[in-house]
């Protein structure tokens, strides 16, 4: 294991693990921080692509701590050691447990998940989602579920940002992420046959009516104003999770995990053949 000390706020290393707080800087590099033992850890099992990693002497405060050391040392990463004052000053987090890492993030598309995947493919795809926990919590139901990948519209939060990656528990490391700068996905999508299913106040039909058994893409749209109006008039199917207590509408990341398990229920449970993930 290599390992370096830095001392000074100074050092290029310190001002670019900085500099990566910003999201303009994190897509300019494509690479981005997870904070904690727990992330960390999930990224060092999944070989992550890490950079390299940040500790301070905190870290041995954190139950764990020295056997994820022990896995560091045997993966060969490049570790930074820095003062507890020095890794405050790069931490995002109220209370730092002492270790980061620097990954390189991974630039997925859609003909990449074709290619790798059969037939039928599951998508969800996030229509401007602004909320943090939102976009994390639906990224790690995804990967729960066995959904092939995330497609994030033009306008939603970054899936890279650290409040994001927290809630995504891990599940950023294993679900792919296709982030959107136009509408280029959804003619793709519609080449390719995939029923786009959205959930929308404005139907009569139910998450429970409709057939999951085919490709599809699970929409999940802005918590204030819902899917856009452009995008719902070409989907080939809105339901609506029916509400029988006084409350007007679920929460988004909520409605999206109704939504998801219900397809791989019809997909994995109700088909005996079918590849499952436990």
Known sequence: MEKNMITSETNSIIKYVKSLQL???????????????RIVEECVKHNG???????????YSTQGAEKLLDKIALAGYTLYEVSSQLFSKISTTENPQGIMAVVHMKNRSLEEIKSQK????????????????????IIRTAESANADAVIITKGSVDPYNSK???ATMGA??????IQCDDDRWLDDLKENEVKLIAADLDTDKTYIDIDYNTSIGIIIGNEANGISEALLSKVDQRVIIPILGKIESLNASVAASILIYKAAEEKYFKHP??????
């Open 118 to 137: 059969g037939k039928e493919l599951f998508f969800v795809i996030l229509d401007r989602i602004q909320d943090p926990g939102n976009m994390g919590t």
């Open 172 to 177: 950023i490391f294993h679900m792919p992420i």
């Open 23 to 37: 999201k303009k800087n994190r897509m300019k590099h494509m690479q981005f921080t997870v904070e904690g033992l």
């Open 273 to 278: 053949n079918s590849v499952r993930k436990f």
């Open 49 to 59: 692509d890490i950079a390299y990693i940040i500790y301070s002497e905190e870290i």
């Open 164 to 166: 994001t990656l927290r």
